[in-house]
């Protein structure tokens, strides 16, 4: 399980580290840009899931009848 994950970490930093320096070729401020509202949209997107999920848990932790 430990080289599955330092695997899987090391392959996240790769695509990062790469990602990172193919934005740092654009010029001026648009790598900067690019990135942000990359950047940006990922954490939206992470918000709007982790409320999703939450929201769906709602009933069966406060509606008697919806508990198992």
Known sequence: ?????????????????????????????????????VAAGLAVWAGWTWLDHQLAALPEAWLPDRRG
């Open 1 to 37: 399980m430990s080289s599955l994950l330092t695997a899987a970490g090391s392959l996240a930093l790769g695509l990062a580290t790469a990602v990172w320096r193919a934005v740092d070729m654009l010029p001026g401020y648009a790598g900067t840009g690019l990135l942000a509202a």
